[in-house]
Nanobody, 120 residues
Framework: QVQLVESGGGLVQPGGSLRLSCAAS????????MGWYRQAPGKERELVAD???????NYADSVKGRFTISRDNAKNTVYLQMNSLKPEDTAVYYC??????????????WGQGTQVTVSS
């Protein structure tokens, strides 16, 4: 069974930084795209950033220049470095990945989410 486990969320002041991590575990044969989404109260879940297995990245306009996504393929882990955080970045952040597992098919998986709160 495949699991995605996030860590690194918390409370930070405006202008501060946080680094999120998401590790995939289980009977994994291959991982394609990995990404981060977020959902603020009363809003729909939105893409923050994603990264292909080859390292090509894509960012939401609202985080360009402030957030950096990266991955360690050897550790099946994706990271999100968040700098210059703003109150509007407050949300639950979810990890997402396309994984080929022991089920012998591709599946799309979600983590349980980690809360990021930006407040003074």
């Amino acid at each position: 069974q495949v699991q995605l486990v996030e860590s690194g969320g918390g409370l930070v002041q405006p202008g501060g930084s946080l680094r999120l991590s998401c590790a995939a575990s289980g009977s994994i044969f291959s991982i394609n795209a990995m990404g981060w989404y977020r959902q603020a109260p009363g809003k729909e879940r939105e893409l923050v950033a994603d990264i292909t297995s080859g390292g090509r990245t894509n960012y939401a306009d609202s985080v360009k220049g402030r957030f950096t996504i990266s991955r360690d393929n050897a550790k099946n882990t994706v990271y999100l470095q968040m700098n210059s955080l703003k109150p509007e970045d407050t949300a639950v952040y979810y990890c997402n990945a396309d994984i080929f597992s022991a089920t012998m098919k591709w599946g799309n998986y979600w983590g349980q989410g980690t809360q990021v709160t930006v407040s003074s």
